[in-house]
């Protein structure tokens, strides 16, 4: 069944207006100016071919259609409320959909996420690999990407965009090259790898020495498992906690996001 157009802004300022009886009022209530209430009031009676008020040497008054539309428009209103509130349900959930690079969920992410749950035992947990998922298609609630910034989406980075030159003990004076990070002018690589993690599993083999984000390795530095030869120098891109707007608005999200960049 084909629904019926309904002017719901028009409807709103009615509801305003009739609990009111002035447009006056109303306009306050609704952040507009008077004239314009009074548009979408004739707007709204020229839609329904009815006139929904009189003026009075009292003032406004209702007509007696405007009245036995009046309580029905209201509990629609309660309806929307409750639909919204049905939506939103899910944005106080504690569930997450998050879409993380491998090594970085394995070298720094889960830990974290680990402490987070240890605080809110509640939380549960999807984890999505490819982090240039479509949110949409994977239904994710945030990704996390190492890029220069959040481009059309919202987020925040999780630590500013820093890089180190790192190895293992003994390992041979050689480098690991991967795509995010240029190795130094006239420098020729000895391993070739397809992204950090690959570059990272490299450099843990002891395999020879690569340029990493600093917090992709800050917890191998830590424990001795890597050393650093140079830097932290300051880098072009860092891991970003990214959403669009309306993954951005929710509790959780935010939540989350101030627990990790803490």
């Known amino acids: 069944m084909k629904r019926t157009h309904l002017p719901l802004n028009a409807l709103r300022v009615f509801d305003a207006a009739a609990r009111h009886l002035s447009f006056t009022r109303a306009a306050d209530e609704l952040a507009v100016t008077p004239a314009a209430v009074g548009q979408q009031i004739r707007a709204l009676e020229d839609h329904l071919g009815t006139v929904l008020f009189r003026r009075t040497s009292k003032g406004l008054e209702l007509t007696a259609e405007a009245v036995a539309g009046l309580d029905p428009l209201r509990d629609g209103f309660l309806r929307f409320e409750e639909s919204v509130q049905a939506m939103q349900a899910g944005q106080a959930s504690d569930r997450f959909?998050?879409?993380?690079?491998?090594?970085?969920?394995?070298?720094?992410?889960?830990?974290?996420?680990?402490?987070?749950?240890?605080?809110?035992?509640?939380?549960?947990?999807?984890?999505?690999?490819?982090?240039?998922?479509?949110?949409?298609?994977?239904?994710?609630?945030?990704?996390?990407?190492?890029?220069?910034?959040?481009?059309?989406?919202?987020?925040?980075?999780?630590?500013?965009?820093?890089?180190?030159?790192?190895?293992?003990?003994?390992?041979?004076?050689s480098w690991i090259d991967w795509p995010g990070a240029p190795l130094p002018e006239g420098a020729e690589p000895d391993i070739q790898t397809g992204n950090a993690g690959q570059a990272?599993?490299?450099?843990?083999?002891?395999?020879?020495?690569?340029?990493?984000?600093?917090?992709?390795?800050?917890?191998?530095?830590?424990?001795?498992?890597l050393t650093v030869l140079e830097g932290p120098d300051e880098g072009r891109r860092s891991y970003w906690m990214v959403a669009p707007a309306p993954q951005w608005r929710q509790k959780k999200v935010k939540a989350l996001a101030a627990f990790l960049t803490a």
């Open 97 to 173: 959909t998050i879409a993380a690079p491998r090594e970085f969920y394995a070298q720094w992410l889960a830990q974290r996420l680990a402490a987070y749950r240890a605080e809110n035992p509640q939380v549960r947990y999807q984890l999505v690999e490819n982090e240039n998922a479509d949110f949409t298609e994977a239904n994710l609630d945030v990704a996390i990407r190492l890029v220069d910034g959040p481009g059309d989406l919202q987020g925040v980075e999780l630590a500013p965009a820093r890089r180190v030159v790192v190895a293992a003990s003994d390992a041979p004076d």
């Open 200 to 225: 990272l599993s490299s450099a843990l083999a002891g395999m020879g020495r690569a340029i990493l984000p600093y917090l992709l390795v800050e917890d191998a530095i830590e424990d001795g498992r």
